[in-house]
Structure formats: C-alpha cells, structure tokens
Nanobody
Framework: QVQLVESGGGLVQPGGSLRLSCVAS????????MGWFRQTPGKEREFVAA????????RYADSVEGRFTFSRDNAKNTTYLQMNSLEPEDTAVYYC?????????????????WGQGTQVTVSA
C-alpha cells in the first residue's frame, strides 16, 4: 500500500509560480514511476507530467512543456512539480500518482495509487 500526500497548492496570479510536493509513504519509493495529473469540474483527469523511477526520463503534457519541471528525490520519498509562468488555464485540482513498474505512462489508468489532491488557482 502506498499513501501519497500532496502539498503546495494555493492561489497565484497569472505569470506566477508554485511548487507542488508529493510525499510517499512506502519503503520502496524507487520502484515506482510517479506522475502528476489535474482535473477541473466536469472534465476528465488530465495528464501533466510523469517521471521514471530514477528520474532519468520525464514526460510532459504539451500544455505545460517548458513551464513545468518535474523532479524526484528518492532519498526523501518526494516528488516536486515546479510550475512557472502559470496561466488561468492551469487552474485545477492537482493529483500525485504512483505506478509500480518501469513504464512512464501518461494514462491515468496505469497508476495504482493516488493522493487526495491539492487545489491550484491562477487568477488575478
């Protein structure tokens, strides 16, 4: 069983930055591919970014490429999503996810564990 706890969400003006964190309660954090997804009311959960078990391979959604940076610290069982140049369209609940294995998937159905989510609101 993996428990994921997100933090770092909040209200920010357009053009601003936020850093989300996700802490995993698991002994073998390095065995999991990690991901971030986001969701707005009435829409399906949307892929944001995913990172391989050692952090070598990272995939981003086209909408966040060049603005968001995903990283992980396996010694701290933590991932970080640095979000810069935020836009109102980035407003959503952001979810951390974990998938056991090696495939760095963009499909939410491939992820086994989910956090409760953290709200990000980008507004003037």
């Amino acid at each position: 069983q993996v428990q994921l706890v997100e933090s770092g969400g909040g209200l920010v003006q357009p053009g601003g930055s936020l850093r989300l964190s996700c802490v995993a309660s698991v002994r073998t954090f390095g065995d999991y591919v990690m991901g971030w997804f986001r969701q707005t009311p009435g829409k399906e959960r949307e892929f944001v970014a995913a990172i391989s078990r050692r952090g070598v391979r990272i995939r981003y959604a086209d909408s966040v490429e060049g603005r968001f940076t995903f990283s992980r610290d396996n010694a701290k069982n933590t991932t970080y999503l640095q979000m810069n140049s935020l836009e109102p369209e980035d407003t959503a609940v952001y979810y951390c996810a974990a998938a056991y294995g090696t495939w760095v998937s963009t499909d939410s159905r491939e992820y086994d564990y989910w956090g409760q989510g953290t709200q990000v609101t980008v507004s003037a």
